[in-house]
């Protein structure tokens, strides 16, 4: 469970962010020279977040090229910011030196049409020469993101380009004591946010009406960022799992579940299911399974442990075809599912019977994810449940705590 509050105080070292954001920051550089890198371009936000720990507007995020950074060397980073946002950085993030804050060259995209060209060129000869002052010109350099605009101008440039976002995975996948604090503070909000959620929930309302109560209940809550998604869904919607919203009134005696898909608390994201029934009690079929989905869940998560595999894990659920009789593993991704957590809501390890048979990952010390189950009956209802734990060396550390032995009952009629 969390050790400390939210906010900073005097008396009590809580989350050292000045600890967290080195970390972070010499774990990406360290990566990056494993991986033989004279330089890393990063173009997505959580990779950004990740190495220079700054924050940009919301509709400035996931749309890469708007604002980017780079990583050379020993040297500390250099961001790129959109427009004239970089003054509010400097003034917010005295980290990162003020002359390595510059603005940004984006074509957004193409949309920019043919002025495009130009100002990938402009973004390319940006940085080249950043390369040639950190002492790193006609290294490798690491990209997290390219398109076609890039691959032109990159060629024109003769800069040699490489995977630069395996080395920012690898780097993201072990989470420092501070991080698994803020994961710690993640899963304490999700806990507040379902049993505000078993309070609300009626018979009559309207997913919709759910969804806002919980995005309001979670944007009152000092640190939070963004909510991505707050997944309610009723009856029918639950299997297969649509994972989405709509108008639809709930009934009486209906399954309903809600998923904080990456409520975001200082840039760490949440993933985290419960299943409730409202207005009556569950169906014994309903309870039977419930009691699968469960044992699928305990399985996996007992196979956790250090020095264990992805694969060892995706071993414990049954096939698509033993449990829902689907043709290949592809058709039920993300039914039975685990996926790393952190400043993305996809950091490694990602498990499933689709690749971790083949390919399996070594899990760690330090490794943050979520696992996840699910079963049904075809569009009539469906359950799905969802842990999130951090890997220690001895143990695995549950971080979401609202109950999950049965399905939740609110408000029966007795």
Same mark, same amino acid.
């Not at 894990?313 to 599912?337: F, H, T, V």
């Given at each position: 469970?969390?050790?400390?509050?939210?906010?900073?105080?005097?008396?009590?070292? +809580?989350?050292?962010?000045?600890?967290?954001?080195?970390?972070?920051?010499?774990?990406?550089?360290?990566?990056?020279?494993?991986?033989?890198?004279?330089?890393?371009?990063?173009?997505?936000?959580?990779?950004?977040?990740?190495?220079?720990?700054?924050?940009?507007?919301?509709?400035?995020?996931?749309?890469?090229?708007? +604002?980017?950074?780079?990583?050379?060397?020993?040297?500390? @980073?250099?961001?790129?910011?959109?427009?004239?946002?970089?003054?509010?950085?400097? +003034?917010?993030? $005295?980290?990162?030196?003020?002359?390595?804050?510059?603005?940004?060259?984006?074509?957004?995209?193409?949309?920019?049409?043919?002025?495009?060209?130009?100002?990938?060129?402009?973004?390319?000869?940006?940085?080249?020469?950043?390369?040639?002052?950190?002492?790193?010109?006609?290294?490798?350099?690491?990209?997290?993101?390219? =398109?076609?605009?890039?691959?032109?101008?990159?060629?024109?440039?003769?800069?040699?380009?490489?995977?630069?976002?395996? $080395?920012?995975?690898?780097?993201?996948?072990?989470?420092?004591?501070?991080?698994?604090?803020?994961?710690?503070?993640?899963?304490?909000?999700?806990?507040?946010?379902?049993?505000?959620?078993?309070?609300?929930?009626?018979?009559?309302?309207?997913?919709?009406?759910?969804?806002?109560?919980?995005?309001?209940?979670?944007?009152?809550? @000092?640190?939070?960022?963004?909510?991505?998604?707050?997944?309610?869904?009723?009856?029918?919607?639950?299997?297969?799992?649509?994972?989405?919203f709509s108008d639809r009134i709930i009934l009486p005696g209906e399954i309903v579940f809600m998923d904080l898909a990456a409520l975001t608390w200082v840039g760490y994201k949440s993933c985290y299911y419960r299943t409730y029934c409202v207005g009556k009690n569950p169906t014994q079929e309903m309870k039977d399974y419930y009691a699968t989905a469960l044992e699928w869940l305990q399985d996996s998560i007992a196979a956790v442990k250090v020095g264990a595999t992805t694969r060892d894990i995706a071993l414990k659920w049954p096939s698509a075809k033993e449990a829902w009789g689907y043709e290949e593993e592809d058709q039920a991704a993300a039914n039975l599912w685990g996926h790393g957590l952190g400043l993305a809501q996809y950091d490694q $390890?990602?498990?499933?019977?689709?690749?971790?048979? =083949?390919?399996?990952?070594?899990?760690?010390?330090?490794?943050?994810?979520?696992?996840?189950?699910?079963?049904?009956?075809?569009?009539?209802?469906?359950?799905?449940?969802?842990?999130?734990?951090?890997?220690?060396?001895?143990?695995?550390?549950?971080?979401?705590?609202?109950?999950?032995?049965?399905?939740?009952?609110?408000? @029966?009629?007795?």
């Amino acid at each position: 469970m969390a050790n400390f509050g939210m906010v900073g105080v005097d008396w009590q070292e +809580r989350i050292n962010w000045d600890r967290l954001r080195t970390y972070r920051l010499e774990r990406a550089r360290e990566r990056m020279k494993a991986h033989g890198l004279g330089a890393m371009l990063l173009m997505y936000d959580e990779n950004l977040r990740y190495v220079t720990s700054t924050l940009t507007p919301g509709w400035n995020r996931l749309k890469p090229g708007l +604002r980017y950074g780079l990583l050379c060397g020993d040297a500390a @980073p250099i961001l790129f910011e959109q427009g004239d946002i970089g003054a509010q950085i400097q +003034r917010h993030s $005295p980290w990162i030196p003020k002359e390595n804050v510059r603005w940004s060259y984006s074509w957004i995209k193409g949309a920019a049409g043919g002025a495009a060209t130009d100002q990938v060129r402009k973004f390319t000869k940006a940085i080249i020469e950043e390369m040639k002052r950190n002492g790193v010109a006609g290294e490798k350099l690491g990209v997290d993101f390219i =398109d076609i605009n890039m691959l032109e101008a990159f060629k024109e440039a003769k800069l040699e380009w490489v995977d630069g976002m395996t $080395p920012m995975m690898e780097a993201r996948a072990i989470k420092n004591v501070d991080e698994q604090e803020c994961m710690r503070i993640v899963g304490a909000i999700g806990d507040a946010a379902h049993w505000e959620t078993m309070k609300f929930l009626k018979p009559g309302l309207t997913e919709n009406q759910v969804t806002a109560h919980i995005m309001k209940f979670l944007y009152d809550i @000092p640190g939070m960022e963004d909510v991505e998604d707050v997944i309610v869904s009723s009856g029918p919607n639950t299997w297969p799992n649509w994972r989405n919203f709509s108008d639809r009134i709930i009934l009486p005696g209906e399954i309903v579940f809600m998923d904080l898909a990456a409520l975001t608390w200082v840039g760490y994201k949440s993933c985290y299911y419960r299943t409730y029934c409202v207005g009556k009690n569950p169906t014994q079929e309903m309870k039977d399974y419930y009691a699968t989905a469960l044992e699928w869940l305990q399985d996996s998560i007992a196979a956790v442990k250090v020095g264990a595999t992805t694969r060892d894990i995706a071993l414990k659920w049954p096939s698509a075809k033993e449990a829902w009789g689907y043709e290949e593993e592809d058709q039920a991704a993300a039914n039975l599912w685990g996926h790393g957590l952190g400043l993305a809501q996809y950091d490694q $390890p990602v498990i499933s019977r689709i690749w971790s048979l =083949d390919h399996p990952v070594e899990i760690k010390a330090g490794m943050v994810f979520a696992l996840e189950t699910q079963h049904g009956k075809k569009f009539e209802w469906g359950v799905r449940i969802e842990e999130m734990l951090i890997v220690h060396e001895d143990r695995v550390e549950i971080i979401s705590n609202f109950p999950v032995d049965q399905i939740t009952v609110v408000d @029966p009629i007795v």
